[in-house]
């Protein structure tokens, strides 16, 4: 992981020649997930792999293996992705070349996509006679919907960054090379938008209520605005804001004449 620029730090896959993710890389991406997690000086994360993101989990390694020896890997398989998706703060990911297998379940784990045009993404872990192992099945339902998800999935054939874009698969698409750049320009928009508590807060808001009724969405949602607007840094920022523009009733945002 590289130091963090102006509050983003950037989580860079490199196992040549593809990023294939065997063990010990699974390993190390979520004991890293876990340390920018833990930093208060990292307020954003981009998660990149350069000009092939990653073409999976290592299938050779996976070869192997005995089916006990893979059942005790499996909480780690899916740990990995668990970890990244845990951090509290904004992870946006860059995609170029191969987002593939775990590759692209490590992708779907960020919480926005940032797609170069010539990426290929999918899922082809049926054509090995398995399912996708670190939370391909459960998050890609849960981003484009169950009819879409088992397409994919049946298929397992890849597709385009155009095609991932209409799928909701993806959230940007950009030239070519230009992937990191991109995400690093987001991240860095989301780093300078508000206090890390309150990044966290609204993050936490979204993840947290999406597995709830709404009802319990909404008191979860409640409970951390209220814990914020006690805080110290609520306070600073709206006096603040009232010194700046007093009584004009104008809001952050508002762009109304008056």
Partial sequence: MEPP???VAVLRLDRPPVNA???AAQDLVAALAREADGRQDVRAVVVTGGERF???ADVHEMAAMSGEEMAARAPGLQGFTDAVAAVGVPVVAALEGPVLGGGLELALACDVRVCGEGARLGLPEVGLGVVPGAGGTQRLARLVG???AKDL???ASPVGAQESWRLGLVDRVVPA???LGAARALAERY???GPREALRAAKRAVDGGLELPLPQGLALERALFTELFAGPERARRMGAFAVRRPGTGAVPGDHRRT
């Fill in 146 to 148: 169950p009819a879409r």
């Fill in 177 to 179: 090379g230009e992937a």
């Fill in 54 to 56: 990653g073409a999976g």
């Fill in 21 to 23: 993710l065997d063990a």
């Fill in 191 to 193: 780093a300078a938008a």
């Fill in 5 to 7: 620029v102006r509050g």
């Fill in 153 to 155: 999935l049946l298929s």
